[in-house]
């Protein structure tokens, strides 16, 4: 039977977290939210690496199976070029885009825009789905490179939950999240909350879209002003790369 | 053709990968990939699903192979926690239908059966592991092992065990404390 003197105190209580975040076993918002800590702070994922470390072992276990000789060929076709091309141009984007210029994005988009401070309707059915029901987590940081922001988003049920440190507090204007889209330009997502963690949910309007963006971003708006849904006005201050896990 | 390399071995092999070696993934991919669909295979139980998500694993593997650091884990390791967690997400995706063949059979397609030299960790590391699963009572320790190994979430375990969520989590909790301690002792 279970052992009633076996209690958890709060010191393991991360340890236990990070354990079952490597495990697996949690429910999907409380991964989604485990996943955010992860990002934030650096001793909860090293908890997890540690666990991950200690749990592999299990997988000795478990017979190895030739994959098909069409596999490889496969992998092989996929493999693109070193990567850091890419970032560079997102940061050469949003450098552009800090300073005003409209030029990248001539076609405006039919947008929704949804403002999250006010409370969502509940959803009426699940969101379309996204390509593959992901959750997807970002950093965001500033320029100087410190985090502004972490960030968690489950494609299948378009939640949301956002935890900003306190580099975004004491700003009179009000942060607006952006989703940066794989085709280029931007969609905003809606006012923040850049004093206090919260939980939204985007709807069906964005769900897709969140899904599809490769990155997000914040920026800096006048108190009382929403932007165009493509274009922020205020100074782009924070982005991440969305990352799946 | 097996391409049998010590860790040492697939520790470098990763390092030239993450460095756009395309020879050296290779040498990865030949000395790892059996596993890894061992792995993937164990979670989705249908080997087309399985491989699909092999082939996103390795790619995963490629562009992330500049970050693989040999001091704080070991590259097969390493590469199991990716595959069985793209396994997870697409399991969890919707996206698999699982279907009803018995794992059992889906081994009989194509075991070459294990090969020492892709023994997951060094001996010491599997058996310490083993020892500290043997001293939890059996139903948490095959609790955590079910787990892991077709990547199940408390809700499913519970219904399972045919016990209380609240139940399942405690089992599991206490037992992943208990093998920590005995891990780090």
Known sequence: MTDPTDPIDGV?????????????????????????REVADPAFAAQVDAWNCQLAGLADEIAPVKPSANVWPRVEAGLAPPVAANDNRRLAFWRTWAVGSTGLLAASLAAVVVILAQPAPVPPAPAPAAPVAVTRVATLTLENGAAAMTLAYDPGTGELYLAPTTEMAGDTRIPHLWLVLPEGGVQLVGAIDGSATSRHNLGRALAGTAGLANAVAVSMEAPGHTPAADKPDGPVVASGDLQRL | MSALLTRDELAMALGQAGQGDRAAFRRVYEATSAKLLGV????????????????????????????????????????????????????????????????????????????????????????????????????????IRTAFIEGVTYDALASRENVPLGTMKSWIRRGLMRLRTCLDS
């Open chain 1, 12 to 36: 393991d209580e991360d340890r236990a977290l990070a354990g079952e975040l490597a495990l697996r076993v949690l429910s999907p918002a409380e991964e989604a939210a485990a996943r955010a």
């Open chain 2, 40 to 143: 993937t295979l164990r979670i989705l139980a249908d080997r087309q699903l399985a491989e699909d998500v092999l082939q996103d694993t390795y790619l995963t593997v490629w562009r992330k192979a500049g970050s693989f650091d040999a001091s704080r884990a070991s590259p097969i390791t390493w590469l199991v926690t990716i595959a069985r967690n793209r396994a997870i997400d697409r399991l969890r995706s919707g996206a698999s239908l699982r279907r009803s063949t018995p794992i059992d059979d889906a081994f009989d397609i194509a075991d070459d059966g294990p090969s020492p030299a892709e023994a997951l960790e060094s001996g010491d590391d599997v058996r310490r592991l083993n020892d500290c699963l043997g001293k939890l009572d059996d139903r948490t320790g095959g609790a």
